[in-house]
């Protein structure tokens, strides 16, 4: 069977498409909130797929500017996927990746990001796991930090009213040298980063923000919420981190000493955290943390020649790839990187990879000798993933996507 996939054209199609998910939220039909939605992900960027005239299925992708090694690159952020129960498993999900991801290359946006609620559902599409991520709960008593205070840091409580001005330029150094991260429109923050409607709240408190400055400076903010509950007269509840994110090592540090040391808590919670969060160094114990790692956030190169073109390499190369794409096959074939350019090659490849196993390379969360060593990249060339290592591996951070959209 053939599905009839297209971008939605008006706000009913929009919150029809969107309602396949939503089904599975158990939320209420909504045109307003659809229609406030549509300020972070355009009508055309919608796509539904059609049973005769009804929706039946629905596929978003975000028109983001997401941080790769060397910094920003046009991405396709997947979002709000669904396919209405009464037509699961009949194709209707793969005709619109396949609308979708040409749609997505149209538009000159050379890869594709998602998270996925099944880690099984999007290989199968050329996505690759790109990133761990780690979630971790810290007892109050292990909140220790090996570092004494700097003297120079300040901490004061600003309204998310004046977030909106304060916390975006700290947000934006950091994203701009962190792989993974990706930039929020006005209406990102206004809509989903700093709105806090009390039917979000999950039992918490407010949202509350946070910001740390040195030499009076702002140096980093946080946004996080309370939990609070006494058992038997002591303090039992906790302290949930939204975000963090600070300039360097001591903004880091001095802003995560402020909510570690939070009175009324049991424990801290944060999840959405790189696993080589300068906590893991900064902790008197990090074993404490007990950081549970999961998938993050999964990349697909859409447009391979351009995808690798767009990317910082810390060496010249040549490293040549053969890449298979069964979904995509415009993309399969060898590809040759010499110069942090990319084009194809009738060379020798020092690598064979699925382009799945790129996507999970590019952001450098993995290297190439992971991938051989776990028997999903093969090495064509002695010595060839410790060769594209040399060429790929830069001196980002591992890659770090801190929201799930
Ligand atoms: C996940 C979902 C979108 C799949 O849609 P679908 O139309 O049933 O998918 P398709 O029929 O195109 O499936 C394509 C293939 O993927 C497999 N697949 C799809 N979803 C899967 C899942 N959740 N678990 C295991 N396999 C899955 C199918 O079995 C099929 O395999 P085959 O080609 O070997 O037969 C749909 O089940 C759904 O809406 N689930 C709830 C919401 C959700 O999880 N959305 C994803 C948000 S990231």
């Known amino acids: 069977m053939t599905w009839d996939v297209r971008a939605t054209k008006d706000l009913e199609e929009f919150v029809d498409a969107v309602g396949a998910i939503s089904h599975y939220f158990g939320s209420e039909r909504n045109l307003e909130?659809?229609?406030?939605?549509?300020?972070?992900?355009p009508l055309e960027r919608m796509h539904a797929a059609f049973d005769g005239d009804r929706i039946v299925g629905g596929a978003g992708a975000f028109p983001f500017q997401l941080t790769v090694p060397g910094g920003p690159v046009s991405c396709g952020g997947v979002t709000v996927?669904?396919?209405?129960?009464?037509?699961?498993r009949?194709?209707?999900?793969?005709a619109m990746m396949r609308t979708q991801l040409e749609d997505i290359r149209a538009r000159g946006e050379p890869i594709a990001a998602l998270w996925a609620s099944e880690e099984v559902i999007y290989r199968r599409f050329g996505y690759g796991l790109a990133s761990f991520v780690g979630e971790i709960e810290l007892a109050s008593s292990f909140t220790a930090l090996r570092q004494a205070p700097d003297p120079t840091a300040t901490a004061?409580?600003?309204?998310?009213e004046d977030a909106r001005t304060l916390v975006p330029p700290i947000y934006d150094r950091v994203r701009a040298v962190t792989p993974g991260m990706f930039g929020r429109t006005d209406d990102w923050w206004e809509l989903r980063t700093l709105d806090d409607p009390p039917e979000r709240r999950q039992g918490g408190g407010v949202k509350n923000a946070l910001l740390l400055e040195l030499d009076g400076k702002p140096a980093g903010y946080a946004l996080y919420r309370l939990y609070p509950k006494f058992e038997q007269g002591s303090a039992a509840g906790h302290l949930e981190v939204i975000e963090a994110f600070a300039d360097g090592p001591i903004g880091t540090r001095e802003l995560w000493r402020v909510l570690l040391d939070m009175d009324w808590k049991a424990t801290l919670k944060a999840d959405l955290l790189p696993i080589d969060h300068p906590l893991q160094h900064q902790l008197s114990y990090p074993r404490r943390m007990r950081m549970r790692i999961g998938d993050g956030l999964w990349v697909r190169l859409v447009?391979?020649?351009?995808?690798?073109?767009a990317r910082a390499y810390s060496g010249d190369g040549p490293v040549v790839l053969e890449v298979e794409d069964s979904f995509l096959p415009e993309n399969a074939g060898r590809w040759r990187i010499l110069g942090g350019a990319a084009e194809r090659s009738e060379d020798d490849a020092d690598l064979a990879l699925d382009v799945g196993e790129l996507g999970a390379a590019y952001l450098g969360g993995f290297t190439f000798a992971e991938l051989v060593r776990a028997?999903?990249?093969r090495e064509l060339k002695e010595g060839g993933a410790a060769r594209a290592d040399a060429v790929f591996l830069t001196a980002a951070p591992k890659p770090w996507c801190h929201e799930i959209f």
């Not at 996927?81 to 699961?88: A, E, M, N, S």
């Not at 447009?303 to 073109?309: C, H, N, P, Q, T």
């Open 375 to 377: 028997g999903v990249v």
């Open 81 to 88: 996927v669904g396919v209405l129960p009464t037509h699961r």
């Open 156 to 160: 004061r409580l600003i309204t998310l």
């Open 303 to 309: 447009d391979v020649g351009a995808a690798l073109s």
């Open 33 to 41: 909130r659809a229609e406030r939605f549509t300020k972070v992900l």
């Open 90 to 94: 009949r194709g209707v999900l793969t």
